[in-house]
């Protein structure tokens, strides 16, 4: 093998893969902290077990209230109540073992960020980069190959672009399962899907050690 060969065949190797990660609801318990924020507002607000519907908050708050309700819980991310799933870190740290560069992309505000770095670094999660904005579709390029979210209306788009997406099965995203998306009961679960799925063409594990 020529020098230019082997040079091109290390880079082959160590190639990371690119991963997008959510945080609410994805890497801890969101919505619990929300309905109890919610009902402040509105006492009526159903438990989340009952939120069978994304936009199901419209009936109990107005959109501002609701945003704010959201804003409130984020820049307060490293409260010592708010823990993360207790798979998370297990789950991030098979990705980074996998070769992935970690994501981590939430729909927040900039002025949330170091709350958001304190949580993470606290919990041990690990990660490569932050990145807080309403639109995190813009992650979703050629270079972009997971995408884990909660958000059924996220992981289409991720599906439309060609990436392997897969979340959290919720009430809220349990009718659109079947979307060219895969929803799972806990990250061990996703991680065992992205790392060993049938699909060798996109089972993450398989490409790596072929590699």
Not at 1 to 22: F, S, W
Not at 28 to 42: G, Q, S, T, V, Y
Not at 108 to 124: D, M
């Amino acid at each position: 093998m020529t020098k230019t060969g082997l040079t091109k065949h290390n880079k082959k190797m160590t190639r990371k893969k690119k991963a997008v990660i959510d945080i609410d609801n994805t890497l801890w318990h969101f919505c619990d902290a929300l309905h109890m924020r919610l009902k402040k507002i509105n006492e009526a607000v159903p438990p989340p077990d009952d939120w069978t519907e994304w936009d199901f908050w419209e009936d109990y708050c107005s959109k501002e209230e609701f945003i704010i309700a959201i804003q409130d819980i984020q820049l307060n991310q490293d409260h010592e109540r708010h823990l993360p799933y207790p798979e998370a870190k297990g789950f991030l740290r098979a990705l980074k073992k996998n070769n992935f560069h970690i994501t981590i992309a939430s729909a927040r505000t900039p002025e949330s960020i170091e709350q958001t770095h304190r949580w993470l670094v606290k919990h041990e999660l690990v990660f490569d980069d932050i990145y807080l904005s309403y639109d995190k579709t813009v992650l979703f390029d050629q270079k972009c190959d997971l995408v884990v979210d909660d958000s059924p209306h996220i992981l289409e788009k991720a599906v439309e672009k060609g990436i392997m997406a897969a979340g959290l099965l919720f009430p809220w995203n349990r009718q659109l399962a079947n979307n060219g998306f895969k929803l799972l009961n806990n990250l061990n679960e996703i991680s065992n899907h992205i790392l060993f799925c049938p699909d060798k063409k996109k089972c993450f594990k398989q490409s790596l050690s072929e590699e």
